[in-house]
C-alpha cells in the first residue's frame, strides 16, 4: 500500500503563493494518478486537481489558472503549485492515490482514492 506524505503547507498573505509536496512511499508511485484534494473546517472534502500517472492534468474551476500539479515520478513526488491565494484557499490539504483507471479518477470523486496522506495546513490571511 502507498503511503504518501504532504509537505509544505502555512501561512501566507492574502495574494501569495505557496508550494505544497507529496512524497510517495514506493516505487509503484508511477502507477497511479493522483490528486489534491482540501478541506476547509465544517466542510466536506473539496476536489482540487487530479493528475494522470503520465502527468495530464485537471483542475476544478476555482484552481484552473492559479494553480498547477507537476509530478516527478523518478523522485516519487506530486507538487502543487499555488498562486494568488485567497482566503477562500484556506485548508487542510490532502493528496492521494486513486485507485482506478484515470477515466474515473478525473472525476475527483474521494470515494475513488483509497489511499490518502495525513495533509497540510494552509492558512490565507486577508
Known amino acids: 500500500q502507498v503511503q504518501l506524505v504532504e509537505s509544505g503547507g502555512g501561512s501566507v498573505a492574502a495574494g501569495g503563493s505557496l508550494t505544497l509536496s507529496c512524497t510517495a512511499s514506493e516505487g509503484t508511485f508511477t502507477k497511479y494518478a493522483m490528486g489534491w484534494f482540501r478541506q476547509a473546517p465544517g466542510k466536506e472534502h473539496e476536489a482540487v486537481a487530479a493528475v494522470s500517472a503520465g502527468g495530464s492534468s485537471k483542475y476544478v474551476d476555482s484552481a484552473r489558472g492559479r494553480f498547477t500539479s507537476p509530478r516527478d515520478n523518478a523522485k516519487h513526488t506530486l507538487s502543487l503549485q499555488m498562486t494568488n491565494l485567497g482566503p477562500a484557499d484556506a485548508a487542510m490539504y490532502y493528496c492521494?492515490?486513486?485507485?482506478?483507471?484515470?477515466?474515473?479518477?478525473?472525476?475527483?470523486?474521494?470515494?475513488?482514492?483509497?489511499?490518502w496522506g495525513q495533509g497540510t495546513q494552509v492558512t490565507v490571511s486577508s
Open positions: 492521494a492515490a486513486c485507485g482506478g483507471l484515470w477515466s474515473k479518477c478525473v472525476l475527483m470523486l474521494p470515494s475513488v482514492f483509497p489511499h
